[in-house]
């Protein structure tokens, strides 16, 4: 039997959304200039994050 | 500001990129196990759930090459791209899930041209097998080559090194987890895709002022190379003449050449996209699964056209400065997606967007890798070189049939970095052979009197009428030869993909007038009995099971079409 491909899924965008996240917390001024002024990569972190957690959580569930 | 040059990686970037290497590998590690017998490998087991057949159904048409390519068409041609969408792909998924899904399951063939085999007779599917075959090996190496060079601009890595890890992580992936290890990571691309442009889209659309003000900003666009204001953001008002629009296509053209005939033979014929749905984990799935990718392909100009459409109009705001510009003068379009990246994305976002474009390129070369394995080794190798070797003998070959297709698209990578006018002349063939396949399979699963001479002769009667069509007509400003017209110019085009939609018109119709006559003229070989299942009047219909609306086809895929009819009167 070939295994959920909601785990591999949930966990992949769980560490991008992680990731994103510490890029977006340590931006620099000019990444925010480079953006048009909205911190876009801790928001769009935030929302691979969720993706992420939601794929693992629907994997769990049977 | 000057245009763009090079994408510089932060490490941030550089991480995200060495993880979804590391996961795609491990997905092909992790699949290992399962794959016990030929049909693990080749089909799956058929044990893949329809969301996932559906997405990767998607995601396998979805190379970068289409990526780049319907960017560059945004900004070239403006919003008429997107009937490469809705005129050009929806309607024949449509007919695919509700018309012939049954017989591609329900028959059991392996492989499209195995389908051929049982319709009609050996030679039909040797025919359609091995041009199938040499063709997707020979895409597979465009579509590495074009990686590689990409790469080299834009990043400054080695050519060489770039073919060599991506074609080794394809490789290890296929040869370890067969179709199922790429139909996973076609999904996993698929998100990556999503989750990469959605912000790029975003940001640039917020940059130009949003739609409204793009609209006004392409005005001049339009204008300035002489057309009428609006053409660069409606989809149907510029069609009535050739001449009113950049594509320098009509109506009918547009509907009958790439509406009807090359859409149609693509997706409902080609082994490629097909054999995503044939993994499929029962005739219900098989048949949803090209509706699912339906939906998010139409809504799929947002993110591949749109960007161009944005570029051009900020590229003639700026007079010129925002896109490189190529050899001849012209905006380089195909930088497009690269300059949007490095503009709007900061380190972190520009990883996740890079490797969505990475993603695309192997993951297309995996789709051609997975379906040239299936159809040689049960097409070819099984039927003409080794008949009646045990399962695993099969399954054996289809991992050197993996490896040896990797060797040949490196390979074929190599030709096309060194004579470009190869790559050109075998996607020329390719066209040929193409342009009549939908035709054979219309009357082969419609009209139970098609028989195997027919759709044989029809098929290569097709394809001459292709070359010699081709060798007829020529497209304005281009010199006869490898564009066309080697015969006798006599049919002039306004554009090469007028030409090249006529073309396909020419070549279905003389296939099916062909096969409809031969048909005739020669003797049924298979009796009503051999043919149940494969043929629609002899086929009983699959029952209506008790399944929840969203689940039966027929309605899903009339709700389909309802959406698409109202995405083009509402971008009309």
Redesign the interface.
């Known amino acids: 039997?070939?295994?959920d491909?909601r785990i591999?899924?949930g966990?992949?965008?769980t560490?991008?959304g992680a990731?994103?996240i510490a890029?977006?917390l340590t931006?620099t001024p000019e990444?925010i200039r480079?953006?048009?002024g909205q911190n876009?990569?801790l928001t769009?972190?935030i929302v691979?994050l969720l993706?992420g957690l939601t794929m693992l959580l629907l994997s769990r569930k049977k | 500001m000057n245009p763009i040059s090079a994408i510089h990686l932060g490490l941030v970037d550089y991480g995200i990129l060495i993880v979804y290497f590391g996961f795609v590998l491990g997905i092909g590690f992790a699949l290992k196990r399962s794959m016990k017998g030929s049909g693990d490998f080749f089909l799956s087991g058929r044990s893949i759930p329809a969301w996932v057949t559906g997405l990767a159904f998607l995601s396998a048409n979805l190379g970068a090459q289409e990526v780049i390519g319907m960017a560059a068409s945004g900004a070239k041609y403006g919003l008429m791209t997107s009937h490469f969408y809705w005129v050009g792909a929806i309607p024949a998924m449509v007919f695919l899930a509700i018309f012939m899904m049954p017989f591609y399951y329900g028959s059991k063939a392996r492989s499209v041209p195995e389908y051929l085999k049982l319709r009609f007779d050996e030679k039909t599917r040797g025919f359609n097998a091995i041009s199938f075959a040499v063709m997707t090996i020979f895409s597979s190496g465009i579509s590495l080559h074009a990686l590689a060079k990409l790469l080299e601009t834009l990043v400054h890595w080695n050519y060489w090194t770039c073919i060599t890890v991506c074609a080794l992580i394809v490789l290890v992936y296929i040869f370890l987890g067969g179709l199922t290890s790429a139909i996973y990571n076609e999904v996993l691309q698929f998100f990556m895709i999503v989750m990469g442009f959605a912000p790029l889209v975003y940001l640039a659309l917020k940059d130009a002022g949003g739609w409204t003000v793009l609209k006004e900003k392409l005005i001049p666009v339009a204008t300035s190379q002489g057309y009428a204001a609006g053409t660069w953001s409606q989809s149907w008002a510029h069609l009535g003449n050739p001449v009113e629009n950049p594509m320098g296509v009509g109506w009918f053209g547009m509907v009958m050449g790439l509406g009807f005939v090359l859409s149609f033979g693509y997706w409902c014929t080609d082994f490629l996209v097909v054999q995503r749905a044939m993994a499929a984990d029962s005739m219900s799935a098989a048949r949803r699964t090209p509706l699912i990718a339906a939906i998010p392909k139409m809504l799929f100009p947002a993110l591949v056209i749109l960007p161009g459409m944005i570029a051009i109009a900020l590229h003639h705001q700026s007079g010129g400065m925002f896109l490189p510009t190529a050899a001849d003068g012209t905006p380089d379009y195909n930088m497009v997606i690269p300059t949007l990246l490095a503009k709007y994305l900061p380190t972190g976002l520009l990883g996740i967007g890079f490797t969505a474009l990475m993603a695309s390129f192997m993951s297309g070369m995996a789709g051609n890798v997975t379906a040239f394995n299936t159809v040689w080794t049960y097409d070819i190798y099984q039927s003409y070189f080794a008949p009646g070797k045990s399962d695993s003998h099969y399954l054996w070959m289809g991992r050197v049939a993996t490896v040896f297709g990797i060797l040949v698209s490196v390979g074929a990578a190599f030709l096309a970095s060194q004579f470009n006018n190869i790559m050109d002349m075998l996607q020329l063939v390719f066209g040929f052979v193409n342009a009549p396949l939908f035709a054979t399979f219309l009357l082969g699963m419609f009209w139970k009197r098609t028989t195997g001479h027919g759709a044989f002769f029809g098929l290569l009667g097709g394809t001459l009428g292709a070359m010699l069509f081709h060798g007829l007509a020529l497209a304005k400003g281009c010199l006869p030869g490898i564009k066309g017209g080697w015969l006798q110019p006599m049919f002039s085009f306004q554009s090469e993909m007028g030409q090249n939609f006529w073309m396909a018109i020419v070549a279905w119709s003389a296939c099916f007038g062909l096969t409809i006559v031969i048909s005739l003229l020669t003797r049924r070989t298979k009796t009503d009995e051999d043919l149940k299942g494969l043929v629609y009047s002899l086929t009983p219909r699959p029952k209506a099971e008790a399944e929840a609306w969203y689940q039966r086809p027929v309605l899903v895929g009339v709700l389909v079409m309802v959406a698409v009819v109202i995405l083009n009167l509402l971008f009309l």
Do not use: D
């Open positions: 039997m070939n295994f491909l591999p899924l966990l992949i965008f560490i991008y990731i994103l890029a977006g931006s990444m480079q953006t048009l876009i990569t769009w972190g691979q993706f």
